[in-house]
């Protein structure tokens, strides 16, 4: 079932498409993307309290598609990351700290509206995530691993992207994400976050995007 942030967008795209002037351009934008980030959470187990924090690094393809009218953008967007999980565990116990390392490999995929301004050769634009799914198609088996393979996430999130168009249709972007897991499945078991022994997994990522930026009458 479409949230109803969806179906209004949808709404009043259609509406927006109907009623503008001949100046308005259909955009088709795929774009690739590399990049990199962090990501935190917190587990409490048998009275321990842990923190996990992780470098990501990310390769990403998506697509944009909506209206161009006279520069303001708008529409939906959708993409699929692969991301390295170099994760690790600290325990405070006493005065000593104590760490672990693990690795997993995570597939994020994204659905999400933008809206955005073309300001000459410069462009601004936000997205907005209400549908984000995530799965660990491999989780390192270490005791320290908060994650087991094929645990599945869900959640937000938001974007900002500020780029330039290299040529008429190239476009060249750094693109920032938060994105935030609010319900994951582990070893088929729901739980909604933050819980009693999770809490949420954040990450923050940062990709340099490059796309071939295409509007049509």
């Known amino acids: 079932m479409k949230k109803p942030t969806t179906l209004l967008f949808i709404f009043t795209v259609l509406i927006m498409t109907l009623s503008a002037p001949i100046s308005a351009f259909f955009v088709i934008e795929p774009y690739i993307s590399m990049g990199a ?16 924090d992780a470098l990501l690094f990310m390769v990403e393809a998506g697509a944009r598609g909506g ?5 303001l953008n708008f529409g939906v967007v959708v993409s699929r990351s692969m991301i390295q999980v170099d994760g690790s565990r600290e325990e405070i116990s006493g005065s000593i700290l104590s760490t672990k390392t693990y690795n997993d490999t995570l597939r994020q995929d994204l659905f999400g509206h933008y809206l955005g301004f073309n300001l000459g050769s410069f462009r601004l634009w936000g997205e907005y995530y209400p549908d984000i799914k995530g799965k660990m198609t491999y989780a390192e088996d270490k005791e320290a691993n908060i994650w087991a393979h094929n645990d599945t996430l869900k959640g937000e999130g938001f974007g900002l992207g500020l780029g330039f168009f290299a ?19 582990m070893g088929g078991q729901k739980v909604i976050l933050p819980s009693s022994q999770y809490g949420q997994y954040e990450t923050y990522q940062v990709g340099l995007q490059v796309s071939l930026y295409l509007d049509l009458m």
Do not use: R
Not at 37 to 52: L, P, W
Not at 169 to 177: C, E, H, P, R, T
């Open 67 to 71: 209206l161009n009218i006279f520069g």
């Open 37 to 52: 980030g962090t990501a935190d959470a917190s587990e409490a187990n048998a009275g321990v309290n842990y923190d996990h």
């Open 167 to 185: 040529q008429k249709y190239i476009s060249s972007a750094l693109v920032f994400k938060k994105i935030t897991y609010e319900e994951y499945t």
